[in-house]
């Protein structure tokens, strides 16, 4: 199965400042990545899809980029409510797996 | 806009089977688009596809290999919803289980249900 492990563990940031974080595969899945947040108590949230399409209602600071084994989502200037732990998802191969997640926490 | 609505026990003993449904609105179970997915997850094993149920003009499974000998899920068309059933389970089953849907990544999920097993 494709392992997906993501970087770093957890990031601390500061509201308003640019958060970039890293999703690599172990071998290349081309675009099919999916990015998702998930706040304390809630079920995971649709970010992105193909590596870099934001889902319906997804703000623009959400970006993500990369294809092949290097994934990254950028968020370009944090407000308060996208303090979460993040997750990707690769849907090239069977079973379907995730990340261990990066929680960005407020600096 | 779909919406799933999960119900079921929170509590099993080990070696019983954990039984959990996922009812839909806003969409059909036997839509021929669809897929309709259970997603675990616990501290120690992350979030972790489990399967999938989906009609193509006839009716389809996947599961994850390290439950396949144990699992079970199924539709319920006169309900519209969907079904999962694991056996045998252990404390290491203790997770917080979703269904959520999609055929690649997972548009829409429930709210959860977390299941504890424990005699």
């Known amino acids: 199965e494709i392992v997906m492990t993501q970087s770093p563990a957890t990031l601390s940031v500061s509201p308003g400042e640019r958060a970039s974080l890293s999703c690599r595969a172990s071998?290349?899945?081309?675009?099919?990545l999916a990015w998702y947040q998930q706040k304390p108590g809630q079920a995971p949230r649709l970010l992105i899809y193909?590596?870099?399409t934001r889902a319906t209602g997804i703000p623009p600071r959400f970006s993500g980029s990369g294809s092949g084994t290097e994934f990254t989502l950028t968020i370009s200037s944090l407000q308060s409510e996208d303090f979460a732990v993040y997750y990707c998802?690769?849907?090239?191969?069977?079973?379907?797996?995730f990340g261990q997640g990066t929680k960005v926490e407020i600096k | 806009q779909v919406q799933l609505q999960q119900s079921g026990p929170g509590l099993v003993k080990p070696s019983q089977s954990l039984s959990l449904t996922c009812a839909i609105s806003?969409?059909?179970?036997?839509?021929?688009?669809?897929?309709w997915n259970w997603i675990r997850q616990s501290p120690s094993r992350g979030l972790e596809w489990l399967g999938r149920?989906?009609?193509?003009?006839?009716?389809?499974?996947d599961y994850a290999v390290s439950v396949k000998s144990r699992i079970s899920i199924n539709p319920d068309t006169s309900k519209n919803q969907f079904s999962l059933q694991l056996n045998s389970v252990t404390p290491e089953d203790t997770a917080i289980y979703y269904c959520?849907?999609?055929?690649?990544?997972?548009?829409?999920w429930g709210k959860g249900t977390t299941v504890t097993v424990s005699s």
């Open positions: 959520a849907t999609g055929n690649y990544y997972m548009d829409v």
């Open positions: 806003g969409d059909s179970v036997s839509s021929n688009s669809a897929a």
């Open positions: 149920t989906y009609y193509r003009s006839k009716w389809y499974n």
């Open positions: 071998q290349s899945i081309s675009i099919y």
């Open positions: 193909g590596a870099s």
């Open positions: 998802q690769q849907y090239d191969n069977w079973p379907r797996t």
